[in-house]
């Protein structure tokens, strides 16, 4: 009885834990939303996201290259001398020598600052290309949304148009409404007919684009963002980071300026020591003896060599600098504008959702008249053209909200 007991308990316990276990598997993973995803996807689809991996491999080379023993790799030569050709006397001499290239004093440390500063280069690139492909979906992605929100107001308008149509024939035909009033109902349905099939063609363009970036049609519901928390560059704050831009361009500027070093440590070309070795005799009668010897080349410096290299390099520096100063006036000026567009569309909505109200109400009052005959159909399609236009601008307002949220967040270089 005890063991059937305990066989019972170790079961309940193996699928309490299984129970738990599986609980929990999903509480972890944090799914990722569907514009986090489409990014994702245009960023393995994105040309020059294919040749990162390439450059940074390229740096890194550089830099192995950089903490080397020697700034090139050695060389050996090899020779031999006799007298065959005049006097065949019997004179014999080899000679191999072995020749390694010598930093200049202050290069290697210049070569592995330069080479740690592209690393770095490489890195906040990656960064700032992936917000840039960001910022590119982002677009495609609430133009897509406005594409779809357009056409589904133009198919209820064309829906309503034509239950009013026939409403209006069937009166027409019994001699209640006259000629021209089936002729503005007829004109009505063929306006939004006309309005649905534009609505389509704009639908059918953003979809294209979408699936260009991301190689994937867009999801059935796209997701809006949430406003980040990021402040602008210069403001302070906990939840301050960086830009990708901005570490981007400052990156940038110190790769150039370790370039410059480089150039200033590199005034000469590289030195060389070499290990001769020397066998060879005098005539036929003489044996080999052999012979070792040290060399040492340095080459001369050339000023305007020098010149030329370092102004280079300066030159390149000096737009990095300006490049830096650029885009932190932009990226300020970008965040500014984007809360102030945030602001306005905000606005904006709540304005286009009192008047939606409002359109919506004087309808139900326009089609309740008509119906009654109190009314006559030009001023109920008047009265319906402003509710449908009230309603546009509701849904492009939603959007153009969502759009400001995502612009706001990409000024401020938050990915989705």
């Given at each position: 009885m005890k063991r059937i007991v305990s066989r019972q308990l170790r079961l309940v316990i193996c699928c309490t834990a299984g129970l738990l276990a599986s609980l929990a598997v999903p509480a972890a993973e944090t799914p990722k939303s569907g514009l986090a995803t489409a990014v994702e996807?245009?960023?393995?689809?994105?040309?020059?996201?294919?040749?990162?991996?390439?450059?940074?491999?390229?740096?890194?080379?550089?830099?192995?290259?950089?903490?080397?023993?020697?700034?090139?790799?050695?060389?050996?030569?090899?020779?031999?001398?006799?007298?065959?050709?005049?006097?065949?006397?019997?004179?014999?001499?080899?000679?191999?020598?072995?020749?390694?290239?010598?930093?200049?004093?202050?290069?290697?440390?210049?070569?592995?600052?330069?080479?740690?500063?592209?690393?770095?280069?490489?890195?906040?690139?990656?960064?700032?290309?992936?917000?840039?492909?960001?910022?590119?979906?982002?677009?495609?992605?609430?133009?897509?949304?406005?594409?779809?929100?357009?056409?589904?107001?133009a198919a209820r308008r064309l829906e309503t148009a034509r239950a009013l149509e026939t409403d209006v024939m069937r009166r027409y035909k019994v001699g209640e409404l006259s000629r021209i009033d089936a002729n503005l109902a007829q004109t009505e349905t063929h306006a939004a007919n006309a309005e649905l099939i534009e609505a389509e063609t704009a639908l059918l363009q953003a979809e294209q684009t979408v699936q260009t970036l991301t190689g994937s049609s867009a999801p059935k519901d796209l997701d809006e963002e949430s406003p980040t928390t990021r402040r602008m560059a210069g403001e302070t704050g906990d939840s301050a980071e960086p830009h990708p831009l901005l570490v981007a361009t400052a990156a940038t500027a110190r790769s150039a300026r370790a370039r410059v070093q480089v150039a200033d440590e590199s005034r000469r070309a590289a030195p060389e020591l070499a290990l001769r070795v020397v066998r060879g005799r005098g005539d036929f009668a003489e044996d080999y003896s052999n012979s070792v010897g040290i060399k040492l080349k340095i080459p001369f410096s050339s000023s305007s060599q020098v010149r030329r290299e370092t102004s280079a390099a300066q030159v390149e520096a000096n737009q990095a600098d300006a490049d830096m100063q650029r885009t932190q006036t932009r990226v300020r000026l970008d965040a500014e504008r984007a809360q102030r567009n945030l602001k306005s569309a905000e606005r904006q909505l709540t304005m286009a959702q009192e008047r939606r109200q409002l359109s919506a109400e004087n309808l139900r009052l326009a089609e309740r008249a008509f119906s009654l005959g109190e009314s006559d159909l030009a001023t109920l399609l008047r009265i319906r053209a402003a509710a449908f236009d009230a309603d546009a601008f509701f849904d492009r307002q939603r959007v153009a909200r969502a759009a400001a949220i995502s612009r706001l967040n990409q000024a401020l270089g938050v990915l989705p």
């Open positions: 996807k245009a960023w393995r689809l994105n040309p020059q996201a294919a040749g990162l991996d390439a450059r940074e491999a390229e740096v890194r080379a550089a830099q192995d290259v950089a903490a080397g023993l020697t700034p090139e790799p050695g060389s050996i030569s090899i020779g031999s001398l006799n007298d065959r050709l005049n006097r065949n006397r019997g004179k014999q001499e080899y000679e191999a020598e072995l020749a390694v290239p010598l930093w200049l004093p202050g290069q290697k440390a210049a070569r592995e600052a330069e080479a740690a500063s592209r690393i770095d280069e490489a890195i906040a690139k990656r960064a700032a290309l992936r917000l840039e492909v960001s910022g590119e979906l982002r677009e495609a992605w609430w133009a897509l949304a406005a594409g779809r929100s357009a056409k589904i107001l």
